[in-house]
């Protein structure tokens, strides 16, 4: 009971870590892409607000990056400590990209110091904005080395147990796993979409607030663009993923669908309540798992049933998939309405109402994150590494994890309110007006 209560708690405490450093995470990935967009945009287009665009996202990524910093090194700290089992299996096996991870990091740090530090300092911006390319590129690697981990973890290969030791390891075998394309490519995506719709949240907020100036204008279309983009991507590599699970995690399908009969045919199931093996009040897609699952709509589904009990992960993980896919479908939808919109000419995106909407997309993105997240985590259980070892298995003994949960959380807790504090406060100081004024200034001073 004692060994169950400490996995119970040591999942508590990983659970809080890793729900708080996914924000910083998605944002450290998907920024410095639309800050090297934007400024790429004003350099083709010689516009300053562009330019300034790119200038004070950089700022406020600083901030997420020291915030990011620190809870990337709890949880690095937190694996160590609560599955110092998983850690031994994974020190021999998959230890080189967490490595790379930590090199890719640094990488990224290394010039996105050089960037910020040279704004103003280059004739020529062509040659400033090619710093930001080993930012982003730095900022998605962190995030590809780091996500190979957590498929390898669902996958599990490149070693075998003899005799309760490791043997015939290949780290490289263990990168490469049937996990690694979808889960790679779905993490990348998803932060892209994320970070756009957040800025473009941003956007819509200031001119619901009563600005008028082209720089939120611009922001808000730039953004809208790019959601739509990553939007399509996302709803693609998604398809990938489920083709996956249907292959090689068919449990973990099978719940989230709430699919317990092997069948043909498959229908794909939307919320509802369960009652007992049938769920109710559902809203029923004919034929869609199927095709999910196997591009055919009379496909034969993998169904619970044909699972072991103990094997199969929480039922509830079908809430977190129906909110992913959901807030997934309407964050495409209100950026193909705005995108369309706006190149037919209508005038009804400008309307406070849609804005709203468009407000409202940039935290949604934030949820479907954390359900996707989630989703991926729960719907492994019973397992740490499919298949090999389990939670419990690989969980601490230490009687000190209750005590870690209250002072990180206390920790997580002055990180965040400290970030929106300091944001805040240092746009409200340098409002866009402030800084345009200024940049025009300068040019003068130039000039003469």
Known sequence: MVLEDTALLSRILTLLTLSFHIIYATIGVGVPLMIMIAQWVGIKKNDDHYILLARRWARGFVITVAVGVVTGTAIGLQLSLLWPNFMQVAGNVIALPLFMEVFAFFFEAIFLGIYLYTWDRFEDQRKHLLLLIPVALGAAASSVFITIVNAFMNSPQGFEVLNGELVNVSPFLAIFNPAMPTKVAHVVATAFLTCA????????????RGSTHIYHKKALHLTMKLGLVFAIATAIIG???GKYLAEYQPEKLAAAEWHFETEEGADLVLFGVLDGEEPKYAIRIPYALSILAHSLPN???????????????PLWIHYLFDIMVSIGMWLAFIAFVYVAASWRGWKFIKQKWFLWLTLISGPLALVAIEAGWWFTEVGRQPWILRGYMTVE???TTSGQVDLMIILFAGLYFILGIGTIVVLLRMYKRNPIEKELAAREAQKGGEKE
């Open 197 to 208: 719709f957040l800025l473009a949240s941003i956007a819509a907020l200031r001119i619901i």
């Open 239 to 241: 398809d990938f993923s």
């Open 299 to 313: 496909a034969e589904v993998t169904g619970l049933n044909e699972f072991p009990e103990d094997e199969v992960p």
């Open 393 to 395: 298995e690989a969980a």
